[in-house]
């Protein structure tokens, strides 16, 4: 049994948790998810969710949860266990529950041992001269949207392109491909919701069978054609793996694939959306950062405190356990609401202002076991974008705040309309 400091926790009227839901999902929560946020907060550390459950709003019981051996991300096992088990039977669901953000140990130690760390500073500093000329490309594209009709919308031209170009540089996925893999990925990523309806598991269902067709004909061609890309020397090191069982290294290497590139993309891509959004639209901030390239890094952390871009993570109790103050029983799942966690004013004070020089704490790329694997990489990709936007654009402006997807676990940034 383990139990969380003084926090508490709060039985909740179920009217009240869906009324904030849905205004989380609203155009106006995903404008500004902040009031949401604080409203959950104020309801409790725990929040007893609809469907059973809990919502998880406070900084330190959220990373318990995040890091703690006894709270487990919810895996086949679990699935089946549940009353509505068939809801898991989904296409697109089972496909996800093989990655690693849904493996809990020894199978996802093992994998993520063999995986070692994919970015470590050696990695990111050979990808830095490829990010950078990326970035280059793609803010000349922006420059002449800019110079031909005055205004140009930068999720689209530049932030939702960076990370496809740069991960499918990285793997060595032909250019071509680039508009298919984005497309499907936003539309599987329905399936991966609190509450799915019919219709958007039908859609993930679709986008998941042309995702296992694409990345099943990549790894064949590349295997039949190797090279010295990191997809190549996967496919060497599983072959070998499972030097008898082709099917096995197969499934290994199309989990990966699959999930390294869906991950690294609308996530990053709404980071640098949102980053721009922030730091361009006070003149006197970018101003600061033009003068100061050191606080840099200090300012896209506070951007991933200040606006996750993934609103939750599910996970469940591997026992009866106490969480902020309440019996928490086992199979028992808990969401952890990442922007309510980094709000909390008792572990950032004046959490509601955006200060570039603040170095505060944030659960953004999770922790402990699951902590992000492209952590590093969606940094580096924003420093660069960052950088070379400051110098190349002094008087880049946002038109009119960003749009978002009406989503309640991955939060996509679909368009920024910017000027000059």
């Not at 699935?79 to 990655?99: K, L, N, V, Y």
């Not at 590349?222 to 072959?239: C, E, M, T």
Request: proline fraction near 6%; glycine fraction near 6%; charged fraction near 25%.
């Amino acid at each position: 049994m383990t139990a969380v400091g003084d926090i508490r926790g709060t039985t909740t009227d179920r009217r009240t948790v869906i009324s904030l839901l849905r205004r989380l999902r609203s155009p106006e929560g995903q404008a500004n998810p902040l009031p949401v946020w604080n409203d959950l907060r104020a309801l409790g550390d725990l929040v007893a969710a609809p469907w059973g459950g809990f919502f998880v709003t406070g900084f330190e019981a959220c990373s318990q949860v995040l890091r703690g051996r006894n709270w487990l991300t919810p895996d086949f096992d679990w699935q089946e266990r549940r009353p509505d088990a068939e809801r898991w039977h989904a296409p697109a669901t089972q496909e996800m529950t093989r990655t690693l953000s849904r493996l809990n140990a020894p199978i996802h130690t093992s994998q993520r041992r063999a995986l070692g760390n994919l970015f470590d500073r050696r990695t990111l500093e050979d990808m830095e001269p490829q990010v950078t000329a990326h970035v280059t490309r793609l803010l000349d594209h922006l420059d002449e949207e800019l110079r031909t009709r005055g205004e140009a919308d930068f999720a689209g031209l530049v932030s939702e392109q960076l990370p496809i170009h740069t991960v499918g540089g990285w793997l060595a996925i032909p250019e071509e491909h680039y508009r298919h893999v984005l497309s499907f990925t936003h539309r599987q990523v329905h399936a991966q919701e609190l509450l799915p309806t019919k219709s958007e598991l039908a859609v993930s269902a679709e986008a998941t069978l042309e995702m296992r067709a694409f990345f099943t004909r990549l790894i064949s061609e590349r295997r039949a054609h190797p090279g010295s890309d990191v997809l190549s020397d996967w496919i060497r090191y599983w072959d070998v793996v499972h030097a008898d069982d082709r099917a096995a290294a197969d499934r290994m290497l199309y989990d990966l694939t699959m999930f390294i590139t869906i991950a690294s993309l609308e996530t990053t891509a709404t980071l640098l959306t949102n980053a721009v959004w922030f730091l361009t639209g006070e003149p006197a901030r970018a101003a600061r950062l033009r003068r100061h390239p050191e606080y840099l890094d200090d300012a896209v952390d506070e951007v991933l405190r200040y606006d996750p871009p993934i609103h939750l993570n599910s996970r469940f109790a591997a026992e009866d356990t106490v969480l902020a103050g309440v019996p928490v029983p086992k199979d028992t799942t808990v969401h952890v609401l990442y922007g309510a966690a980094n709000h909390d004013p008792r572990r950032n004070a004046e959490p509601h202002v955006f200060d570039i020089r603040r170095r505060g704490s944030h659960l953004t790329f999770g922790g402990g076991a699951h902590y992000c694997l492209g952590a590093g990489l969606a940094r580096l990709e924003a420093r660069v974008l960052l950088t070379e936007v400051l110098r190349r654009f002094p008087t880049l402006r946002p038109i009119e705040p960003p749009a978002y997807a009406p989503r309640m676990v991955f939060r996509r940034a679909t368009s920024l309309k910017v000027t000059t």
